[in-house]
């Protein structure tokens, strides 16, 4: 498989995994084995799950604090109307008088986001290969996507969105964003 589709595969098993199931590596294992039995990974899809990313997630500080959240969402996906100043300011002119402004359809896939004391957090998931000399480069370029997630989530739920974090499965490593 091709390091894209390894990490589809990954992005996948992130998706359907039962994280209360997975312990240790065998249990991810066993997690892997239950989601192609269920059609929602191919068989090559799960040979290529790496189980001891997923292990080493779910150990992780914010692995932890998405398995204590009763709030979990996982591949939200949303359409929103905005309008088009929101996210490219001074490229609309003001509307005229009894005129909207410029709108556009803005869709989405939220990899994960969870509650904790009524607030929320979007994690976004990311399989590309990074090392620390990348790091900051890799982040900064995914920054305005979950800016932009976060504006909407706040709108759909009506709730506050107190962190987006990315977390880079190649280097085991949350990076949480200013």
Do not use: W
Request: with cysteine; glycine share 6%; aromatic share 8%.
């Amino acid at each position: 498989m091709t390091a894209t589709e390894r990490g589809t595969a990954l992005h996948l098993a992130m998706q359907y995994i039962d994280f209360a199931a997975c312990g240790d590596e065998a249990c991810v294992n066993r997690e892997v084995q239950r989601l192609e039995k269920k059609a929602l990974l191919t068989k090559e899809q799960a040979a290529a799950v790496d189980s001891q990313k997923i292990v080493r997630f779910i150990e992780s500080d914010i692995g932890k604090r998405v398995m204590q959240s009763q709030n979990v969402k996982r591949e939200f996906k949303f359409s929103l109307l905005c309008e088009v100043e929101q996210f490219y300011p001074g490229m609309s002119p003001p509307p005229p008088p009894g005129r909207e402004a410029d709108r556009i359809l803005f869709q989405g896939v939220i990899d994960c986001y969870f509650e904790e004391n009524g607030e929320l957090t979007v994690l976004d998931f990311k399989t590309d290969h990074v090392t620390p000399e990348t790091l900051e480069e890799k982040t900064n370029n995914y920054t305005g996507q979950l800016t932009a997630y976060a504006k909407a989530l706040e709108r759909i739920t009506g709730k506050r969105v107190k962190e987006r974090i990315i977390y880079f499965f190649t280097l085991d490593k949350a990076i949480p964003l200013k």
